[in-house]
């Protein structure tokens, strides 16, 4: 068989599993450690209005057939109190940052060999890609939430609505009563626009609408007040109509509790309604991030370009609609040039050289394409 | 208990040339059993009396929220399930009516593209027979010919001829959609109904599907019956375009009519909630309030009425609107055009 088709032979492997396991467990050795000195774990923002820095950021999976590089050296910051929106096709690594972040990556295959995530916490700074697993616990879900894409299959349908948010509480606040406790999560409930609190709190999720299931992680994900929600996909399963109130309920909340929102969508219109940064990947790197009026007025990347060509939009004709030839390379043998240059429209000569690094265009506005490196000014 | 009865009031309607499928209030209902007997306790009305003709070389987008029905409208007019009430004229042609003999010749002119190409395909089969299954079947083309006919259809799907003898778990979402594509386009159809077929999809093979049936609908002279909850989709693929919610058709008419003049309330809020990738437009959005009621217990009266903001009491809460005809083939239900 042709080497690159993704078929290997069974001894081959085995050696790769062989060496994964060792690599992996290592690894695994190291987060596992029970007493660690916290000087390897905090660091020091290098911009204090952030709330979240992303340092080339590498998160590989070790499987079988070789290694998936699913985040390759993804580099941008959510400041303060604004939304981030992260968009690209299925498969670019958008997920897998954000589970970067939570620490929730499936282990051991799964592992961040490279860079670092500093979050702003709230007493100390912390570099989330060499916290343990013990500091991880008490940050998650107290200071960065997140809101998965499915609410269908990420709520327990064991469980009474009320009792799964008041876990919430119980864990990263043991000093409530369980009067409080009620107290707090009804208070949630209504936060996120559940008119009928009390009656929500007793049942169990198979008796909620997609909308209301979704109102309900957005409730769980806000019960301790975090500084940084992570948004996977939120409306993703849901219709325009209920995907506008989810929409409408987030922004608002965003203004009332003054928190973070890093927003992760292949949808180029939720985007443009929600964030003020975009952040574009494609194949495990950021090819463009930006403002979202530089992005969507001023689009450089040939990627950025051909995403937003080939969605169509109402009220806007066009006969035909643009189509990115190919498709995406195979992650477990990434080319060593452009990953894009294959299914590029634009390419100029240098493209075949290495992977090109980020151009400043604005103070906002960076793109990782050959053809802005004169105008760039960067080399 | 009170005996249910199913009421099946319509007119038959005359068969124009020009309409390759003609659908008069048509209705599907599907039974709700309980108790020991299993007996009807009562009725999901799926479809409750949709009317709509389609002209021969056009397609119609049918938009709505999930559960609204447009699924079931699809299939039933394929005869994929039974109609309850109401009339399906294929060309002229009473579909629920023939025999088992005609109906199998009638199934090559009518296909259907499903949603998910992940479980619409055999993954006991290769492409070649999935695509050639019903071709040989049906005795379209002579033997010494099929093979050169399966490559034509997979060459004009965009499939390389080499695929012929993989499986589909060897292939990409966007390459199954074209495999399904085949599948449907071998027997030669008049007309298609696609239901959903790039919601499973990313934003760019998107574009490379609507692409493609664009281009074989102008080869093969096709009617779609386009089914989808992504009105920019529809809004780029459609002629004309109904509007489907709680199983009632409550608006129809032509493509740049619905866009630029939408008259059914709940038309207006679904399509301001479409987000525009524009961050400089902003926009008045009409968000709906509550979740669609159930299909087995709709409101009384207009089935809108309990998230109407234009809602007239007395009026909207107690009949039934009747569809009206706002000029140019364009019809609404809704009280609000009364006169």
């Known amino acids: ?379 | 208990m009170a005996k249910i009865t199913i009421e099946n009031d319509f007119t038959p309607i005359v068969h124009d040339d020009k309409n390759i499928l003609e659908v008069n209030k048509l209705k599907k209902y599907f039974p709700i059993k309980d108790g020991l007997f299993q007996s009807t306790v009562g009725y999901v009305r799926a479809v409750d009396g949709i009317t709509f003709n389609i002209e021969r070389g056009t397609t119609m987008g049918l938009v709505g929220e999930s559960g609204c029905g447009k699924s079931t409208a699809g299939r039933t007019i394929l005869r994929l399930l039974e109609k309850t009430g109401g009339q399906v004229l294929f060309n002229g042609k009473e579909v629920h009516d023939l025999d088992k003999k005609e109906m199998k010749e009638l199934r090559t002119k009518m296909q259907i593209i499903f949603q998910d190409p992940y479980s619409s395909l055999s993954p006991r089969l290769p492409i070649h027979e999935i695509i050639g299954e019903a071709v040989r079947e049906h005795n379209l083309v002579p033997k010494n010919e099929y093979n050169e006919y399966i490559d034509t259809i997979m060459h004009n799907c965009g499939l390389q001829p080499y695929h012929k003898d993989r499986y589909p778990h060897e292939f990409s979402g966007g390459q199954r959609q074209r495999i399904c594509i085949a599948r449907a386009l071998a027997l030669n159809p008049q007309f298609v109904v696609c239901d959903e077929p790039v919601s499973a999809l990313d934003v760019s093979i998107q574009a490379q599907i609507i692409n493609l049936l664009k281009d074989l609908q102008s080869k093969y002279h096709l009617t779609y019956l386009f089914i989808s909850h992504d009105l920019s989709v529809v809004e780029h693929i459609s002629d004309t375009i109904g509007v489907m919610y709680l199983g009632d058709l409550v608006e129809f008419g032509k493509k740049e009519d619905i866009f630029a003049n939408p008259l059914h309330p709940y038309t207006q809020a679904l399509f301001s909630a479409i987000p525009i990738p524009d961050p400089t437009v902003k926009m008045n959005r009409v968000i709906l309030e509550g979740n669609i009621p159930s299909p087995a217990n709709p409101p009384k009266g207009c089935k809108f009425h309990t998230r109407c903001k234009y809602c007239k009491k007395g009026v909207c809460d107690v009949e039934r609107p009747h569809m009206k005809d706002m000029g140019d083939g364009h019809t609404v239900v809704c009280h609000l055009y009364d006169k």
């Open chain 1, 1 to 379: 068989m042709a080497k690159g088709d993704g078929y290997i032979s069974a001894k081959e492997s085995r050696r790769i599993s062989r060496e994964n396991r060792k690599i992996t467990s290592q690894m695994e050795k190291i987060k596992n450690r029970k007493h660690v000195d916290p000087s390897e774990y905090e660091t020091k923002m290098k911009n204090p209005d952030n709330i979240l820095e992303i340092d080339n950021l590498h998160t590989f999976f070790f499987t079988d057939i070789g290694t998936v590089k699913s985040v390759n050296g993804v580099s941008f910051d959510v400041p303060k109190g604004k939304t981030v929106g992260v968009v690209g096709e299925s498969g670019c690594g958008k997920s897998v940052t954000s589970l970067s972040i939570m620490q929730l990556v499936q282990r051991p295959q799964g592992q961040i060999v490279e860079g670092s995530i500093r979050f702003a916490g709230e007493q100390r700074c912390i570099d989330i890609a060499k916290a343990t697993t013990s500091v991880m616990q008490e940050i998650r879900g107290k200071e960065i939430s997140m809101i998965f894409q499915e609410p269908m299959t990420s709520l327990n349908p064991v469980f009474r609505i009320g009792m799964q948010l008041n876990e919430v509480l119980e864990l990263h606040h043991p000093e409530m009563t369980k009067e409080q406790m009620k107290a707090r999560t009804l208070e949630m409930l209504e936060l996120v626009g559940i008119a009928n609190s009390e009656g929500v709190y007793k049942m169990y999720p198979h008796e909620l609408s997609g909308g209301m299931r979704q109102r309900v992680m957005i409730a769980m994900a806000l019960c301790c007040d975090p500084s940084l929600i992570i948004a996977d996909e939120p409306t993703t399963a849901l219709d325009v109509t209920i995907q506008a109130q989810i929409l409408d309920l987030l922004r608002g909340l965003k203004n009332k509790i003054n928190s973070s929102i890093m927003l992760i969508t292949h949808d180029l219109g939720v985007i443009a309604e929600m964030a003020d940064y975009v952040v574009v990947m494609y194949a495990g790197k950021v090819v463009e991030k930006g403002t979202a009026e530089e992005i969507f007025a001023n689009p450089m990347h040939p990627y950025t370009l051909g995403l937003l060509a080939s969605k169509p939009v109402v009220n806007k004709k066009v006969d035909r609609l643009y189509s990115i030839p190919g498709k995406v390379p195979n992650p477990v043998n990434m080319p060593d040039y452009c990953y894009f240059k294959d299914r590029c429209e634009m390419c100029v000569e240098k493209c075949s050289g290495q992977y090109p690094e980020m151009v400043k265009v604005s103070d906002t506005h960076y793109v990782s394409c050959y053809r802005y490196y004169d105008e760039g000014g960067v080399k």
